[in-house]
T-cell receptor, first 110, second 110 residues
Framework: DAGVTQSPTHLIKTRGQHVTLRCSPI?????VSWYQQVLGQGPQFIFQ???????GRGNFPDRFSARQFPNYSSELNVNALLLGDSALYLC?????????FGQGTRLTVV | RKEVEQDPGPFNVPEGATVAFNCTYS??????FFWYRQDCRKEPKLLMS???SGNEDGRFTAQLNRASQYISLLIRDSKLSDSATYLC???????????FGRGTSLIVHP
C-alpha cells in the first residue's frame, strides 16, 4: 500500500512568489493535516481538513491557505513568500487519532 | 508556557544503555499521546501511541502520568540505529490534531 505522498520533494522559490504543495493521503484516510518544520524545532500545525472541510487552523498568516479535494488529496498554497517560509512542509494523513507523515517538501526561499 | 516541552538534549549514551526522555504537556484535556522518531532530514515516523497509563513494544516503553501531565519514553539496550530525534505529541479530545514538542536528540555511540 502506498503511504502518504507529497510533491515536489524539493523546491526553490524567490521572495514574493507563490507556491503550491501537494499531498495524497493513505488510501481510506479522509483527514489531511499540514505542518511546517524549521530546523531544530518540532512540526508546527498549519491546517487540518476532513471530508473537504477545514477542521482546524494554526497560528499562520492569511498568506497560507489550503484545500482538500473529493479524492481526499490536498494542496497547501503560500503567497508572497518570505525568507522565513523556508522549511520542511509535512503532510499527515489520519483515519482516527494516529497521524502518518509523507516525506515532506523542502522549500527554500531565496 | 509551551503546550509540549521536551529537553532538546542531545542525550549521548553508549550502546546497550538504558535511556529515558520526559515530555510535559500543559493541556489537561489531552487524551491521546504519541512518540515519533525522526531521522535527520526525514519525516517523523510514529513509534508508539499512548492512550492509557502506558504502552510497551519490545525495547521501548512509554508511560503516561496524567496527574503530573507528562509522558516518558524508555529505551532499553540502546542500538546505534536508535540515534535519532524523538518527538512527543498530544491531541485533545475530538480534535485529532497532534501538537508536537521540539524533539529530543539521542546519539548512541559504540
Amino acid at each position: 500500500d502506498a503511504g502518504v505522498t507529497q510533491s515536489p520533494t524539493h523546491l526553490i522559490k524567490t521572495r514574493g512568489q507563490h507556491v503550491t504543495l501537494r499531498c495524497s493521503p493513505i488510501s481510506g484516510h479522509k483527514s489531511v493535516s499540514w505542518y511546517q518544520q524549521v530546523l531544530g524545532q518540532g512540526p508546527q500545525f498549519i491546517f487540518q481538513y476532513y471530508e473537504k472541510e477545514e477542521r482546524g487552523r494554526g497560528n499562520f498568516p492569511d498568506r497560507f491557505s489550503a484545500r482538500q479535494f473529493p479524492n481526499y488529496s490536498s494542496e497547501l498554497n503560500v503567497n508572497a513568500l518570505l525568507l522565513g517560509d523556508s522549511a520542511l512542509y509535512l503532510c499527515a494523513s489520519s483515519q482516527n487519532t494516529e497521524a502518518f507523515f509523507g516525506q515532506g517538501t523542502r522549500l527554500t526561499v531565496v | 508556557r509551551k503546550e509540549v516541552e521536551q529537553d532538546p538534549g542531545p542525550f549521548n549514551v553508549p550502546e546497550g544503555a538504558t535511556v529515558a526522555f520526559n515530555c510535559t504537556y500543559s493541556n489537561s484535556a489531552s487524551q491521546s499521546f504519541f512518540w515519533y522518531r525522526q531521522d535527520c532530514r526525514k519525516e517523523p515516523k510514529l513509534l508508539m501511541s499512548v492512550y492509557s497509563s502506558g504502552n510497551e513494544d519490545g525495547r521501548f516503553t512509554a508511560q503516561l502520568n496524567r496527574a503530573s501531565q507528562y509522558i516518558s519514553l524508555l529505551i532499553r539496550d540502546s542500538k546505534l540505529s536508535d540515534s535519532a530525534t524523538y518527538l512527543c505529541a498530544h491531541a485533545s479530545g475530538g480534535s485529532y490534531i497532534p501538537t508536537f514538542g521540539r524533539g529530543t536528540s539521542l546519539i548512541v555511540h559504540p
